[in-house]
């Protein structure tokens, strides 16, 4: 069966430290992966795709960037983090119509 | 363009109470139509889903019918007991099957 992981659970870091956020997708080939962000009390909004390696969409301007180095590894980063960029980080994928949820990160900014 | 709509929360119910959560979509073709379901501090879990008009969606007792004409995919529950208590998004997917669109979420709080 399929699982998705996310790395680290929670994060705590300074207004303009550099961010590395990390998800993995086990037991599929080839499946699409995105990434979400949940600001505090409000829905998803999808910040970047990708459909293989080394393709990226994004679908939000901002300071974030996103990779994907391996099949089924997608990392989200930043090289300086705002106040705003405080949030719950959702990685997911899917082969098909369906998308699957990672367990989230959620990342304060101080 | 995709957007899905759903009421806003937080709903409150006692525990063996009936519960409907609405959501309406827009009609840009016949998108699949899922209900994910987030437990507090945790990450979404698929729901129930369903891919054509008048197809029923149904998990843990819970309910959703594809209803073509009235562009809505209404979240039923027959009696909520307290461990239902979570935020549901209603989401659709866009006609390249490759984007979600999301519903803002409601908070649905049960009482004992």
């Known amino acids: 069966s399929q699982t998705i992981h996310q790395w680290p659970a929670t994060l705590v870091q300074p207004v303009g430290s550099p961010l590395s956020l990390e998800c993995t997708v086990e037991g599929t080939s080839n499946p699409n992966l995105y990434w979400y962000r949940q600001a505090a009390g409000r829905g998803l909004q999808l910040l970047f795709y990708s459909v293989g390696i080394g393709q990226i969409s994004s679908e939000v301007p901002q300071n974030l960037s996103a990779s994907r180095p391996q099949d089924r590894q997608f990392i989200l980063s930043s090289k300086k983090l705002l106040l705003s960029d405080s949030g719950f980080y959702l990685c997911?994928?899917?082969?098909?119509?369906?998308?699957?949820f990672g367990p989230g990160t959620r990342l304060t900014v101080l | 363009g995709n957007s899905v709509t759903q009421m806003e929360g937080p709903v409150t119910l006692s525990e063996e109470a009936f519960l409907t959560i609405n959501c309406t979509y827009t009609a840009t073709g016949y998108p699949s139509l899922f209900w994910y379901v987030q437990y507090p501090g945790e990450g979404l879990q698929l729901l129930l889903k369903a891919t054509k008009a008048d197809d029923k969606g149904s998990n843990k007792g819970f309910e959703a019918t594809y209803r073509k004409e009235t562009t809505s995919f209404h979240l039923e529950k027959g009696s909520v007991q307290v461990s239902d208590s979570a935020v549901y998004f209603c989401?659709?997917?866009?006609?390249?099957?490759?984007?979600?669109?999301f519903g803002g979420g409601t908070r649905l709080m049960v009482k004992p």
């Open positions: 997911a994928w899917d082969t098909g119509d369906t998308q699957y």
């Open positions: 989401a659709r997917l866009n006609n390249a099957g490759n984007m979600l669109t």
